[in-house]
């Protein structure tokens, strides 16, 4: 062999090499960076934080609803006095309404007495007009002129028991309206006492009904300071409790988060450490009637003739054979690299683990499309760095790649 023909198949190997290169980093599946466990862990350590800052806002509004649970306590007091005071009052009103009834009530029967005490001495005086009217009748004639006219002693007698009656009668019927002037006077004296008696009670009245508004609506006022104090602490409280309480349920989900970043880096270090990561999900074979003609691992490459690690399984098959998504997901690569891939997928399964689909003739999809589990997306091919028909199916999870057969079988 020329020592230009070494010079050449060095190139090619070289070449080569560059091109394994490439395909192993430029194919990769790089899916979106999610935050490490560390940096949510930082977030959950921000949350707390502030969780704590609103704990103490709450403390500090629960001390201050303790300082002012005394001077709470001193306002109930007032309002417990003010009600009893309200209470006297009302009995107090009540009293005097019934004092005005019965002042109302005598006040009548003493107009009454004073009706019928002016009626006895209007008859009285009546009489006596009368009386003075009859002896006007009978001229100016003296007692003694009625006694001298006597015609007898006998006759004298009687007229001086008729002088000493009508005497008597006159005496007794000035002493009766004597008394009955007496009895109008003082009724009339009692009758103006006890109207303004009652005069007095109505002003007392007045004043207590006045007072006792004036406590209501010192009540009413209390009540609302009350009231006013209680839906502050209340709104306080509550805006606190919520905002904490929405915080509580961001620091759960935060640590849900961090545990299935935690578990993702576990997985990613199994991938790194060449095991494979469990997965909950099912998987199917992107092929049928195959034949695996290189497994995953190390391996002597059948065209460059070097020993390099296959990320993947070649599945060899007739060509136009269909190839479907063994899982669903989202495209991410529809492409076609020269010298190495061919035309070839790459599929994102939004679970940490990535599928690829190298050498089809063509492709069925499109990056950025969404594929169902079983979806044709292409078929097989040998284009690209290949020396038959056959699949390159591969498998890698947080970017690193794992054994295909693991998952598929």
């Not at 002088?163 to 009339?188: C, F, G, K, Y």
């Not at 589990?373 to 699949?391: E, N």
Request: charged share 25%.
């Amino acid at each position: 062999m020329s020592i230009f023909k070494r010079r050449n198949r060095k190139a090619f190997s070289f070449l080569s090499l560059m091109l394994i290169a490439a395909l192993a980093f430029g194919l990769l599946p790089t899916p979106a960076r999610a935050a490490t466990s560390a940096e949510i862990q930082k977030e959950i350590d921000a949350l707390e934080e502030k969780n704590a800052e609103i704990q103490a806002q709450i403390d500090a509004i629960q001390s201050q609803y303790d300082a002012n649970y005394s001077d709470m306590e001193a306002i109930v007091a007032q309002k417990n006095a003010i009600d009893q005071e309200m209470t006297l009052l009302n009995t107090k009103i009540e009293t005097t309404n019934e004092q005005i009834s019965a002042y109302s009530q005598l006040i009548a029967d003493t107009q009454d007495e004073l009706d019928d005490a002016k009626e006895e001495l209007r008859t009285l005086s009546e009489q006596h007009r009368e009386r003075i009217r009859a002896m006007e009748e009978q001229g100016n004639i003296t007692y003694w002129q009625v006694v001298f006219e006597a015609n007898s002693f006998m006759d004298l007698l009687d007229r001086i028991n008729m002088v000493e009656e009508i005497n008597a009668s006159d005496r007794r019927r000035i002493e009766q309206m004597r008394i009955a002037s007496d009895i109008v006077n003082a009724t009339q004296q009692s009758l103006e006492k006890e109207k303004t008696a009652l005069e007095q009670t109505r002003v007392q009245l007045a004043e207590d009904e006045a007072a006792l508004e004036e406590k209501r609506s010192e009540s009413d006022g209390i009540l609302h300071e009350l009231e006013k104090k209680a839906e502050e602490y209340e709104l306080l409280l509550e805006q606190s409790e919520i905002l904490q309480d929405d915080l509580m349920q961001e620091i759960a989900a935060k640590e849900k988060e961090l545990k299935e970043a935690k578990y993702d880096e576990y997985l990613a270090k199994l991938a790194l450490q060449g095991q494979n990561p469990p997965s909950d999900a099912s998987w199917i074979s992107p092929v049928s009637g195959y034949t695996v003609t290189s497994p995953f691992g190390m391996r002597v490459h059948p065209v460059l003739g070097v020993s390099r690690m296959h990320n993947g399984i070649d599945m060899a098959c007739a060509q136009g054979t269909p190839i479907y998504a063994t899982r669903a997901g989202k495209v991410t690569v529809a492409s076609y690299q020269a010298g190495g891939a061919g035309n070839y997928v790459s599929i994102n399964h939004l679970d940490g683990f990535s599928s690829i689909y190298m050498h089809m003739t063509h492709y069925v999809v499109s990056a950025g499309q969404n594929v169902s589990q079983g979806q044709l997306i292409g078929y097989v091919g040998s284009t690209g760095l290949s020396t038959g028909p056959h699949l390159h199916f591969g498998i890698s999870y947080a970017g690193t790649y794992v054994n295909p057969l693991a998952y598929i079988l």
